[in-house]
């Protein structure tokens, strides 16, 4: 599916100018417009656009609906939208959703009516909130679902690939000698962790290697507090990992702190790997080696899906959209204690 984005890499500029020459082509010089209406035809690109807005009753806005703001990879995703939005010039519209209280339906109407919302973006967990989105069907408003657990059939979804990632930071870990590695996992019924436990088993049985036992792992629920718990869980065993794996850059940052209190080096005599990329992998010493999410990405194809929304029903059920990640290597991780 041809993008706007392989449009303005074609034409040489931005998504935005893209959008512009769309929406609003007296404000593009002349020239500028050739050149995107010339790659527009090049690539066969069709938007549908102008007939999106006229079936919605003008809706002009996309919707965010988020439950923990501050929460580091919520607060990335709101960024990564934000930047994704400008350079489409569309306008994104946030909502707090404030867990499921007796007049929550009530509340995303009102969201969606006074803020001319139409089109959607759920992050976990509500993208796996199947009252929510039974709600949507029937107000047939459109919503694109980041990482969630479940498949749905009625909305398109956009996700990275945990289970590749996760063998990746194990096979790092192997790569520096480490053979006793313990993992923070995080919620349970998240499929990400699901996701992450097949990763790191792909990777002990790749290199011929048993798998590690259940006292290596140990639930985070994606929380500070419970990273706490689980550090001193692993390294209060009678033989402790050498390394550990994080569910992400919270409970990773909890893990060093519960190290360096007992006295622990980091990496010398314990190394850890976060996920995500948060600002906190970068602001504790040592810097977390860690997962960076593609969140610019993840968003740029998400706004896309919505500016082509029946694109993404190829034959006839939601497509879901992969993206690729980065392991970023920082100071936390090094060789294996001898």
Known sequence: MTTIYDVSR???VS????????NEPDKVKIHTREQVLAAMKQLDYSPNASARQLRLGGASSLGLLLEDPSSGYQSRFHQALLTACMEAGKHITVELFEGVKPDWESRVDRFLNEGRVRDLILLPTLCDFEPLKAHLRKRDARAVLIAPSIFDPHFPSVVMDDRAAARQIIEHLFSLGHKRIGHISGHPDHSASILRRQGIFEAYDAAGRQRPGPDLFVAGDFMF??????AEALLSLPEPPTAIFAANDET???????????????????SVVGFDDAPIASAVWPALTTIAQPYLDMSRRVVQSLDDWDANFPG????????????????????APK
């Open 225 to 230: 507090k419970k990273g706490i718990e689980a």
């Open 15 to 22: 998504a935005k100018t893209v959008s512009r020459v769309l």
């Open 316 to 335: 006839g059920t939601a497509a879901t959209y992969m993206t690729r990640h980065d392991l970023v290597l920082r100071d936390s991780t090094g060789p």
């Open 10 to 12: 074609l034409a040489g």
């Open 252 to 270: 990773a940052a909890a893990v060093s702190m519960v190290a360096h209190k007992r006295g622990l080096s980091i990496p010398a005599d314990l």
